[in-house]
């Protein structure tokens, strides 16, 4: 599969995942400074790790909420719970990770992924993890 193939596999699954609004406003965002970077993330990231056998989308989705958590990427961690939706995980689901995570990741990592959570979820009441 050359570069074009992989730009295009990339490019639907990132749409798939993250949804025609989110892809266009980040596309339509480049910059000669972030056009390489657009390219990068759209080739690698979904056109070859996304794409690739042996995980669904869903537990792809429980990896990347993890990961966002533990390094406190707020913005994407928002912008994954709600592509975890779209990749079929429930809200119950997404609670789960975010309490399994917890216990490894620390309670301010967990307290502030929980908050996000909710405002995302849509859910008055947080549930976990907002007692601190």
Partial sequence: MDDAQRSARGMRVRREV???AHVERAVGGTTAVT???QDF???YAWGEIWSRPGLTRA???MITITALMVLRQD???ALHLRAALRNGLRPDQITEVLLHTAVYAGVPAANRAFAIAARVLGESDPGP???G
């Fill in 41 to 43: 993330i759209t080739r």
């Fill in 59 to 61: 537990e792809r989705s």
């Fill in 129 to 131: 993890g907002q007692a």
């Fill in 35 to 37: 056009a390489d970077f």
């Fill in 18 to 20: 993250l949804g025609d």
């Fill in 75 to 77: 913005e994407e961690l």
